[in-house]
């Protein structure tokens, strides 16, 4: 063998011992590698090569057991916590949950709905929807009860006394993670707006939104009497109680915010259909950039509306009908809304409106036409009422009547969504209180 053959075999010998060396690490580290992956090695320990070898060589059909945590198994077999106890609202009262949220439509770290319209006697539920919140008051009327929820805990407070309270989430105050709730006329707004004025302060980021919460608090929304004061207060002064006519309920606050993405879609106001009532106020928010709300139907005599552009409107509704609205620069995108006042008296010139704008329509079409169809056609015109019961019946029948009388039913909705509030495929209100005959 000469010796250039020679060197030839030595440096294939020389190769092939390269090559099998680097199989052999490539081996190693797969095998190391996925033990460490599969959370099965200590790696402060040189014994882990080893172990590893030992498992991949063990015998075909070898069960391998490893004991549970002690401290699991006794978390396991532990009694469950007991069900929290949530208390009854007065006679005619309601009940209201507020979700302790990581994200929702005021931001990240909320409660929702974070102001709250509720009469005395009426419950709130702080449903702890994401984990690690609280809810605990710092600001009560005179006279009413504090309350302070635990770490990730739903509590439940029965409000008894009317006025303004303020409440916050302790881990996340800095980041103005707080709420509002008026009980009937807000008899301490004055210390109420000083509290809010003062935690501004403290907040680090979202500086405005308690002022924003304050904002919505309506200075002449009256308390309603509890039906067993009013039941009383009749057996006790029945002629002149039956002769005294109901205490009219004050308007109502509706808010509708201006999204680039909601539940209905993209570009949208939510929510977008809204039953109200002769004198009730809606405030357009600018919750997200360049959008504006413009009447393109009122009914007649009704005062029309047109937002500047990502500015806050509030419309006075002052006629009966249907309006229709939209977003000046996002109407080819079908970003409309409905607006049902009372009896829906042009509901035919609301449909050939809805009609037509449809035609406009680059995408989500059929979405307005969806809102008119929520329209209920079986209100009755407010002024027709009042005249119907004008002429019924003597003195006593109306009396009677005033004593008692009959609630509209309630529309609800629920929405069917991929993603909501409580996470993914929810209906959402997931919870929902009504009456007989909603």
């Known amino acids: 063998m000469s010796v250039n053959e020679e060197q030839s075999d030595a440096h294939v010998i020389k190769m092939m011992g390269i090559v099998m060396g680097a199989l052999v690490a ?47 198994v006794a978390m396991a077999s532990a009694d469950p916590e007991p ?21 929702g439509a005021d931001g990240q770290m909320v409660f929702e709905p974070a102001y709250l319209q509720a009469q005395p006697g009426d419950v709130v539920v702080f449903e702890a929807a994401d984990v690690s919140h609280n809810s605990r008051s710092v600001l009560v009327p005179d006279g009413a009860a504090d309350w302070s929820g635990g770490m990730s805990e739903t509590v439940a407070v029965r409000l008894e006394d009317e006025g303004v309270y303020i409440y916050v989430c302790d881990p996340h105050l800095a980041m ?26 403290g907040f680090a980021m979202e500086q405005g939104r308690l002022l924003g919460y304050m904002d919505q608090v309506d200075p002449n929304l009256q308390t309603v009497a509890l039906a067993a004061a009013d039941t009383a207060a009749d057996e006790s002064e029945s002629t002149s109680a039956a002769a005294a006519p109901a205490a009219a309920a004050g308007p109502t606050v509706h808010r509708v915010k201006m999204l680039n993405a909601g539940a209905d879609g993209a570009m949208v106001f ?37 937002g500047a552009l990502s500015e806050e409107i509030t419309v006075t509704l002052d ?3 249907v309006y229709i ?18 009896a829906a008296t042009n509901m035919d010139a609301a449909r050939a409106k809805a009609a037509e ?22 209100l009755e015109s407010g002024a027709d009422t009042a005249s119907a019961e004008s002429d019924a019946g003597d003195a006593s029948a109306d009396a009677a009547a005033a004593e008692s009388p009959a609630a509209e039913p309630v529309v609800h909705r629920v929405k069917m969504l991929n993603a909501g509030a409580d996470g993914a495929m929810v209906f959402e209100p997931a919870f929902v209180q009504a009456a007989v005959g909603d």
């Open 83 to 103: 069900a929290i106890v949530i208390p009854e609202p007065a006679p005619g009262r309601t009940t209201h949950t507020v979700k302790m949220l990581n994200s």
């Open 176 to 201: 103005a993670m707080v709420g509002v709730i008026q009980v009937g006329a807000p008899s301490n707004l004055d210390a109420a707006l000083a509290k809010a004025e003062e935690m501004e302060g």
């Open 26 to 72: 490539l081996f190693v580290f797969i095998l190391i590698s996925a033990q460490i992956l599969g959370g099965m090695v200590d790696k402060s320990d040189d014994s882990y090569l080893l172990a590893a070898m030992e498992d991949r060589i063990a015998p075909v059909g070898q069960l391998q057991t490893t004991l549970p945590d002690p401290s699991l």
């Open 325 to 342: 609205y939209l977003c000046d620069p996002h109407a080819v995108m079908a970003m409309a809304g409905v607006i049902q006042v009372g």
């Open 270 to 306: 939510e929510p977008a259909f809204v039953q109200a009532a002769v004198g009730d106020t809606v405030i357009f928010e600018p919750t997200d950039a360049a959008h504006n709300a413009r009447s393109v139907l009122v009914p007649d005599g009704a005062t029309e509306w047109n």
């Open 319 to 321: 006629a009966e009908g």
């Open 357 to 378: 704008l449809e035609g406009t329509f680059l995408m989500a079409q059929g979405r307005l036409n969806g809102y008119l169809d929520l329209v209920d056609t079986s």
